[in-house]
């Protein structure tokens, strides 16, 4: 069974351009997460959808935004970028929204200079 | 405000020796607890989970032990292997809500042969 998708891998944009990260969840999967990791700050959520709906989301400004596609897959995209917005993020999956782990991708390293 | 917790950054233990990772959560709607193990350049993975009707879950060299009274929860490694050297995320949930898995900032472990 594929694990949960992300590309691309490592990317480098400059301030204020923008950036569309996209992730494939596992096949039967339809809720899709995102998280933004930082030295020293952990996994901070960002957004989750289910059937194409954001369900929940985070403290992020409104540079950052998602969406969710009928087949499940889904992109996040960061507007008017920021040194600051360089992170990891992670897009997890699962079958449902409610309780149940998340199945993780490696990432989209995300350097901005 | 961070509702979850991990207060150690980092924790060095001989191989062969119990590795102890301590969480601590401020929200008591929280009752379902997961850890997750993290290599670099990998996304995490899901490691052990425990529900608040429980006190512990073992799962081969791996306990969770939940408190809940003192809202800390603790993962056990017995014996540590040097395998095990990544960084630990502690997660927490409302198992009956819709909401996202709160994450703390992380914990690295350093298993040292």
């Known amino acids: 069974k594929a694990g949960v998708t992300q590309t691309p891998r490592y990317l480098i944009k400059t301030r204020g351009q923008q950036v569309t990260l996209s992730c494939s969840p596992i096949?039967?999967?339809?809720?899709v997460s995102w998280y933004q990791q930082t030295p020293g700050q952990g996994l901070q959520f960002l957004f989750e959808?289910?059937?194409?709906?954001?369900?929940n989301k985070g403290n992020f400004p409104g540079r950052f935004s998602g969406r969710q596609f009928s087949n499940s897959r889904s992109e996040m995209n960061v507007s008017t970028l920021e040194l600051g917005d360089s992170a990891l993020y992670l897009c997890a999956s699962r079958r449902g929204t409610y309780t149940g782990e998340l199945f993780f991708g490696e990432g989209s390293r995300l350097t901005v200079l | 405000d961070q509702q979850v917790k991990q207060n150690s950054p980092s924790l060095s233990v001989q191989e062969g020796r119990i590795s102890i990772l301590n969480c601590d959560y401020t929200n008591s709607m929280f009752d379902y607890f997961l850890w997750y193990k993290k290599y670099p350049a990998e996304g995490p993975t899901f490691l052990i989970s425990i529900s608040s009707i429980k006190d512990k879950n073992e799962d081969g060299r791996f306990t969770v032990f939940l408190n809940k009274s003192a809202k800390h929860l603790s993962l056990h490694i017995v014996p540590s292997q040097p395998g095990d050297s990544a960084v630990y995320f502690c997660?927490?949930?409302?198992?009956?809500?819709?909401?996202?898995?709160?994450f703390g900032k992380g914990t690295r472990l350093s298993v040292i042969a």
């Open positions: 096949s039967g999967h339809r809720s």
């Open positions: 997660a927490a949930s409302y198992i009956s809500g819709n909401t996202p898995l709160v």
């Open positions: 959808y289910f059937s194409e709906t954001q369900r």
